[in-house]
């Protein structure tokens, strides 16, 4: 007999940058982790979990900092991201945790957050 995990969430992660009254872009590697970040006002997201209504170059725009493209810190910047949920140990994760204008700000079991310095 399995034991089954409980789902992932990443509900406190986001909880710790949308209450703190920062107005801040945030970046979910998992896309539809940023749904739970639609209640805080502060907080604007590149992408949430309603896939439908973004355009081809926002999904490449995506998908080249998820993958780790050579141009992958530019794209963040010029989304004027400020915030990046990770999940702990993924190479986005890494990437932004050995790049020091990148601070951990939240982790947990699951999640890592991210701010720009």
């Known amino acids: 007999m399995s ?8 509900v406190a992660a986001i909880a710790s940058l949308g209450t703190d009254g920062r107005n801040q872009r ?17 907080l604007r997201v590149f992408m949430d979990g309603r896939a439908d209504p ?21 794209v963040l910047r010029s989304y004027g991201v400020d915030a990046v949920l990770a999940s702990r140990g993924s190479r986005l ?3 932004l945790g050995s790049d020091a204008a990148w601070k951990p700000s939240f982790e947990d079991g699951s999640f890592v957050v991210f701010r720009y310095e």
């Open 54 to 74: 973004y355009p081809l170059g926002v999904w490449r725009s995506y998908i080249s900092v998820i993958r780790l493209k050579p141009a992958w810190q530019s």
């Open 3 to 10: 034991h089954l995990q409980p789902p992932r969430t990443s």
């Open 93 to 95: 994760a890494a990437a």
């Open 26 to 42: 945030l970046f979910c590697e998992d896309f539809y982790a940023c749904s739970a970040a639609l209640q805080y006002p502060t």
